[in-house]
T-cell receptor
């Protein structure tokens, strides 16, 4: 079944540790996105990529990095986790980055930083 | 950043109609999306409006007025499975900004 897969589903992490959240899509979408969702704040864009080899910063990029080595994969890395990064993280993709096509979301990763 | 406002919560009875309003202030407007998100699940696409007017899709309709910075999502013939959060998202400069979401509870 075509779609977007995130791993892990959930994780508890000690502050200061490095963590990479994985995201893979098989829809051959050019654009991919990472969001965090916090109660009362809605989804906020962390980083995005309009095509393989390019990335851009979203609304809340500090403390996060991404790479886009190929079309299918878009990992998100927390270099040194802090408790304020406790959140639910969603990866999404769309056919292009022009913004006029719906984004398809993965099931999310629940991350707790202690 | 963008300023997107929608009510926090709404409650309605099964079979009724509910209208969820969304107001926004943005530059470089390039369309507005509505997503549905059940508790603990991923958001799923409902509708997209880029021109003024009403878009109807089964029991769900979405309206846009660009001059007023206003949209609404209309849910008709409510069913228990419609209990979810509904997210308004504005496309500005080719990036989506989301409202905090409206939690709709459908009562029997």
């Amino acid at each position: 079944i075509a779609g977007i897969t995130q791993a892990p589903t959930s994780q508890i992490l000690a502050a200061g540790r490095r963590m990479t959240l994985r995201c893979t899509q098989d829809m051959r979408h050019n654009a991919m996105y990472w969001y965090r969702q916090d109660l009362g704040l809605g989804l906020r864009l962390i980083h995005y990529s309009n095509t393989a080899g390019t990335t851009g910063k979203g609304e809340v990029p500090d403390g996060y990095s991404v790479s886009r080595a190929n079309t299918d994969d878009f990992p998100l890395t927390l270099a040194s986790a802090v408790p304020s990064q406790t959140s639910v993280y969603f990866c999404a993709s769309s056919l292009t980055g022009e913004g006029n096509q719906p984004q398809h979301f993965g099931d999310g990763t629940r991350l707790s930083i202690l | 950043g963008q300023n997107i406002d929608q009510p926090t919560e709404m409650t309605a009875t099964e079979g009724a109609i509910v209208q969820i309003n969304c107001t926004y202030q943005t530059s470089g407007f390039n369309g507005l999306f509505w997503y549905q998100q059940h508790a603990g699940e991923a958001p799923t696409f409902l509708s997209y409006n880029v021109l003024d007017g009403l878009e109807e899709k089964g029991r769900f309709s979405s309206f846009l007025s660009r001059s007023k910075g206003y949209s609404y999502l209309l849910l008709k013939e409510l069913q228990m499975k419609d209990s979810a959060s509904y997210l308004c998202a504005v496309n500005s400069d080719y990036k989506l900004s989301f409202g905090a979401g409206t939690t709709v509870t459908v009562r029997a």
